[in-house]
Structures are given as structure tokens and as C-alpha cells.
């Protein structure tokens, strides 16, 4: 049998028809994919029904378990004729008698069921936010206004235009946070919009105690942060290189602290720790910077230039410490100039050192002894280390009679006075010492003025011996560099002692 079906769809408000001719045996209407006609209705089973010649007639007969509805009558199988009207689901199937070969043609048209019409009208008739109030449009910006008066306007205002401000900040010496504008309620102050509200994340630690005083870093509003805010602060930061042919370029007069430390980041960025920032420049230094003498160093533990160790020396002319650097040219021993002349072989004898005590092996703990951090020693201390041998007495006759120690000064003064008090004292028994100084006093017995100033006089020849002798080679020369010196008041200077 040949079929024309003809379906009909709605497009913008039009009915489209959509012919198809078929030429078989058995025409299959239902839900499924495989329907010679297919219905997309659940109300229709996957395969529903049949249409099948029947003498010269068709005939329309519904699968088992399915019914079908043919001019408003229920029925199971009906012979066809023109104008006979089937309705399945919300299709609806018109029988019309063939034409141009065809032996029948079959309408198809989705019928809206009433229900369906109804939800239509509904939702035609539901009305937009802009039909009750207003669009959207609008309704944002009324929301963003006070955002921007609350959150901007309002903040700016306080921290930019409160006339009395920075006066007020100045004269009191506040901080821009600590500051409150006079017309606000002072208890609110928590609620108050001011510019801290702005902050893009957590402070670092460091700087916690000053974070909601923006202007600390941010000089200029709407501006990067200069290096002059932080150097402020960090007063001592140093620049990357010495030579300042290099620092003339970009990379360096352009450079920012904020390139590499990052704030509002809490503590993950203030402090560097990717090697790429340093990389950049030092895995092939000489790409970047022609000609510079600079090792490459692409990673720390693989391709890291050997270091280079910079010690402390104390130079004598200029009385100040320099640092030295080794390299090829220059190697430097690792014993550091401590100006003490100290030998360890003669004090680690194994047969022992004469001491007040007897004999004694001194063992390297003796004098270092390791610090609280058992990473480095306490320094030496002449005191604790090596004054139970080496007595700090300067006169054979009165072996108690001891300078103080790392004073100088006061040796020269102990010294005067001591020489001064035995001669006015009287019965000094020193060779060569005039008669008035060596003879006894009597009790009461009092000096003419010429006796004491002879008497003086000798003592003041003693004393610039023994101090010469004391500084020289007995005492402080025995374990120091001395020089003599043209102040009278302090005739030798003691090298300073860097342990
Ligand atoms: C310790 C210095 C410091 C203080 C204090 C500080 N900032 Fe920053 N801030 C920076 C640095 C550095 C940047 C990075 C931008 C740059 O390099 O200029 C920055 C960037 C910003 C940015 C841009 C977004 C970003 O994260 O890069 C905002 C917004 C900001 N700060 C707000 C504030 C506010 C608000 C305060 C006060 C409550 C404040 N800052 C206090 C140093 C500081
Ligand atoms: C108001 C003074 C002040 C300003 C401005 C300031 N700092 Fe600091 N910064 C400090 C203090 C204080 C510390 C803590 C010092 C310490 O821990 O020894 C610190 C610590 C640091 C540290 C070391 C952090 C650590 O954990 O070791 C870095 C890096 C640093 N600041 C960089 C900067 C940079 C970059 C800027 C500019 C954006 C800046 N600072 C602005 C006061 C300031
Ligand atoms: C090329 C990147 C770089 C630049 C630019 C830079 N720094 Fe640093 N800075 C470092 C590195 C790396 C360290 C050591 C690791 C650390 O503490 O972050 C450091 C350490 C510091 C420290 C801590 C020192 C300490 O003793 O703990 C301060 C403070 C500091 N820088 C301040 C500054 C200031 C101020 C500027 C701008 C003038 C600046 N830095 C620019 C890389 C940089
Ligand atoms: C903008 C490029 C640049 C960046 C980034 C840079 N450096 Fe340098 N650095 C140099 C230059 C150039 C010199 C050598 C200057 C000279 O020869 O006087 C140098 C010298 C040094 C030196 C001394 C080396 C020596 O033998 O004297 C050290 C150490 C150093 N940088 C470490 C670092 C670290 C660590 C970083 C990462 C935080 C870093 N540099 C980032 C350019 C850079
Ligand atoms: C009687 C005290 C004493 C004893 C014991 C002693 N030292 Fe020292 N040591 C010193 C003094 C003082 C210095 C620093 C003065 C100097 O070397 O010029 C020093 C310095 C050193 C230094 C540093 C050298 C330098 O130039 O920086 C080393 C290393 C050292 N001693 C190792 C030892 C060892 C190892 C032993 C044991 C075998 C030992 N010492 C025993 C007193 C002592
Ligand atoms: C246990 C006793 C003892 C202690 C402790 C001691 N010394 Fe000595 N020291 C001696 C003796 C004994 C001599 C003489 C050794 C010799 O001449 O053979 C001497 C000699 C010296 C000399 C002269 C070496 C020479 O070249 O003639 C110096 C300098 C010296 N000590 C410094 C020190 C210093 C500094 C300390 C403390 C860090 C110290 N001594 C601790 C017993 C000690
Ligand atoms: C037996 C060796 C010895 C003799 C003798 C000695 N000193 Fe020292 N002196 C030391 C040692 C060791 C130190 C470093 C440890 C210390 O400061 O206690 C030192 C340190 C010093 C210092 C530096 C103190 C400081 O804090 O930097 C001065 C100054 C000094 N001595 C002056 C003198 C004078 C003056 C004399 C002579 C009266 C003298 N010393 C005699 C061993 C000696």
C-alpha cells in the first residue's frame, strides 16, 4: 500500500506541513524510534498500532493492550474511511482518501490537550520583575549604591576630606587607625567604614601591628607602594650589587621591594623562597648582564658556585676592621686575627702546665666550652680561663697587689696611686729609691713640703716604669698587641680583642 503522510507543525504561529510517502505493507504507529509514524507521547505505547489492507479498504487495529479512540468511540480495530478522525495521545490522526497514486493520506497534528492550554495561558499571562517594580537593571544599581556610598564614598571621605585630619593625626602623633573623626560615636568605632575595609588579604605577621595604617605603605592613593615606604623602616636594607655600573640599569634602579615581597598574603609571601625569582638573573648571568664576572647559579644544591668565605680583620693603621674576601689570589688561613697572642701548642702540653695548683693537662673543654645553643662555643674569658695562672700583680715585692683587668686606664691609675701612697708612706725598700722614700715613718710624723714633692717625684719615675714594664712585656704585652701611644694620661694602647 502507498501512504501519504502529511505532518503538521506550528512554526511561529503558522501550520507547516511536512510530506513523506511510504510504500509497504504494514504501516506502524507508536512511541518508538522504529514507528512508521512516531508519536513522542507517554500515553502512547512504544508500538500501538497497525494499519493493514483489508480488501480494498484499510484497516486500523490496535496492538495488544492498547486502545484506540476513532471518532469519539473507543474501539479495537476499525475499517477506515475517509474523514475518520483517530485520536492518540495528544495527536490526532485524520484519514483522508488517497490521491495521485496513493491509495490513502494520513494528517498528522499534535493537538494541545486543554490542560496543556491552560499552562500556556499562565504562563503568558506571569508577569516580569520589571512589570511589578522595576527591571533588573535598575533594581541592581539601587543595591549598588549604597554599597559604593558604604563601602567607598564613605571611607574615602573619612580618610581623605575629614578637613581636620591630618593635622590632628600630626599634632597627637596618632596613627591614621588610631585616628577617630569627631562627628562618629566613638564606642562604634569597629563598625565604622573606614579605609581598612579595602584590604585585599591578611597581613604578614611582621607587620600586624601597624596593618590598618594603610598609609605607612600606601603613600599615594591609587598607587603602586614606593620603595621609600618600606626603606622608612628598613632603614639598613642594602642594595643587591656593589658595583654601581650595574645598578644604573632597569633591572635594578627600576626594581620594587614589593616585585619580590608580597604583602596581604599572610605570611606565605613577605618572605622569598622560590629560587626562580633569583635564577632569573643568576642561572646565566652573563645573557643578562654582558660581561659581568658572576658564576652561574641555576640551582642550590646542583649548580651553586662555590662560596667564598669573608672574614674580619683588624688593621692596625686605620685602627678598623675590614672584610677580607678569599680567592684565588688571595687565600686566607682560617685562624682569625684575634689580636691576642695566644699559643695553643704550649698551653696543650701532655705533660701539663705549671699552675698554682700544681701540675695540670689542660683538655680543649678548659676553655671552650659549648654555648646554650650547641652550635658555637662562649667566647673565651680571661677571668674564668686564664687568670688562676697568669696573675695580674705588677710589683716582685707585693705579689697581692693586682691590676684589674681590660681596664686600661685604671692600670695606669692603680699604679700612680700605689707608687704615690708608698712613697709619702715611707720605708719603700726598692734600690736606688731616694732616702726619704725608704726611711720608716714615725707615727704622727708629717712631711715638709719639699720632702713630699721629692718624694712624689720618685714615685712618679716609678710608676712610669712599672707601667711601661706592666703594659710592655710583663702583663698585657705577654698576651696582647700593644702599642705605645702619645697620650700622656694612657702612654699605651691595647689592640682590641675580637674572639
Ligand atoms: C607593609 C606595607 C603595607 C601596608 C601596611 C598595607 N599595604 Fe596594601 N599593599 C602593600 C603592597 C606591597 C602591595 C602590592 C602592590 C604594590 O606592589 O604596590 C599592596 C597592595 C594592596 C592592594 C591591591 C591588591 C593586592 O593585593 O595587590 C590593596 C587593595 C591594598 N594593598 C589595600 C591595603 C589596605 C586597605 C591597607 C590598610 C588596611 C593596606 N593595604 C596596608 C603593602 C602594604
Ligand atoms: C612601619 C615600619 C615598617 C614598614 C613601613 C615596613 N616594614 Fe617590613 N618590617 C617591619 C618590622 C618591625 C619587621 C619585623 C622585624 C623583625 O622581625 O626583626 C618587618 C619585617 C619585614 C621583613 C622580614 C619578615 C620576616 O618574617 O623575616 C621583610 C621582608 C619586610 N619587613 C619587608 C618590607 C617591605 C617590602 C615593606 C614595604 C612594602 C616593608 N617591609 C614596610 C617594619 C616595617
Ligand atoms: C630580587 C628580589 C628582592 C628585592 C627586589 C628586594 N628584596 Fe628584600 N630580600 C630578598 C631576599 C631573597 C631576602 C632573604 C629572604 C627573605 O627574608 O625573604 C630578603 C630579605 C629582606 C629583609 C629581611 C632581612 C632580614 O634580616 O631578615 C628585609 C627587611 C628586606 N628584604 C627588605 C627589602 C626592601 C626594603 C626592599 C626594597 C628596597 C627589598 N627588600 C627588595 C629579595 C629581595
Ligand atoms: C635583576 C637580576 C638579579 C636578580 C633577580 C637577582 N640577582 Fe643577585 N646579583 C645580580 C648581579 C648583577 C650581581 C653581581 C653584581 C656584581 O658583580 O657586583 C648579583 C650578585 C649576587 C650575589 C653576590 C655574588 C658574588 O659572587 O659576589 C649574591 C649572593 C646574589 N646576587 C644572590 C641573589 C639572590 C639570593 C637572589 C634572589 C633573591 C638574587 N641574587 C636575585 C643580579 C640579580
Ligand atoms: C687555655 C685555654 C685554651 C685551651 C685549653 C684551648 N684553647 Fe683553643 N683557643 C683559646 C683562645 C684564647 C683562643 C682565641 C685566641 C687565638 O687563637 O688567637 C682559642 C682559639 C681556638 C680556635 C679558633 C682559632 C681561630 O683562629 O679562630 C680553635 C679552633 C681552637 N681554639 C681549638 C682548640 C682545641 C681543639 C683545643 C684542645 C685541643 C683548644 N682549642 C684548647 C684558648 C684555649
Ligand atoms: C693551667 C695554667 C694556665 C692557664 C689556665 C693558662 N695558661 Fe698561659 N701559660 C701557662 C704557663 C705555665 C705558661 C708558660 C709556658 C712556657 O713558657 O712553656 C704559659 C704561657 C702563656 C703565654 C706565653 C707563651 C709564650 O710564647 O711564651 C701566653 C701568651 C699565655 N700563656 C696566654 C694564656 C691565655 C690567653 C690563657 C687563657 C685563655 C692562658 N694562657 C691560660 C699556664 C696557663
Ligand atoms: C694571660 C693573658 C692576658 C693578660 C696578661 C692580659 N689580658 Fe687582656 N685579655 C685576655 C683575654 C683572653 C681577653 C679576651 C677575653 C676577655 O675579654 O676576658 C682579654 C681582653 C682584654 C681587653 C678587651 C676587653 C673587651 O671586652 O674587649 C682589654 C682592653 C684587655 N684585655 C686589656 C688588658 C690589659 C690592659 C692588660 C694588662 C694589665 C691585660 N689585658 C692583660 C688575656 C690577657
Known sequence: MRFLIRTWTRQGGENVSHDRELDIERLRIGRGT?????????????????????GKNAMLIARPGANLLINGAPSKEHRLHGGDVVMLGRYQLTILPGSAGCDLQIDVEEKISARDEKSRRQTRLSMTLGEVLWTRRRLAWLLFLPVLLIALAVPA????????????????????????????????????PTDRWWVSGQSSSAHAYFQNDCAKCHRTAFDKVPNQACLSCHKGTAEHVNDVHW??????AKARCGGCHQEHKGDTALVIRSSAECTACHAQPQLRFPGIKLQPAADFSQHHPLFTPRVARYDSVTRSFRWIEANQEQP????????LKYPHDKHLDPKGLKSPDGRKVLACAACHEPDASGVSFKPIDMQKHCAACHRLDFDPDDPDRTVPHAQPAQVVGVIRDYYARAALAGGVTKPGAPEIVQLRRRP??????PQARAALEWADQQSAVVIDEVFDKRLCGYCHIVKRSDDPALPWDVAPVTL
Open 34 to 54: 522504529d514507528q512508521d509514524i512516531e508519536l513522542p507521547d507517554l500515553r502512547i505505547a512504544i508500538a500501538h498500532a497497525e494499519l493493514v489492507r483489508s
Open 157 to 192: 571621605w573619612l580618610r581623605f576630606h575629614t578637613a581636620a585630619a591630618p593635622q590632628q593625626i600630626q599634632s597627637q602623633n596618632l596613627d591614621q587607625a588610631e585616628y577617630q573623626p569627631p562627628l562618629l560615636p566613638t564606642g562604634a568605632a569597629k563598625l565604622i
Open 247 to 252: 645598578l644604573k640599569l632597569d633591572d635594578f
Open 332 to 339: 686566607i688561613t682560617l685562624h682569625s686575627d684575634t689580636n
Open 444 to 449: 704622727g710624723e708629717e712631711l715638709t713640703p
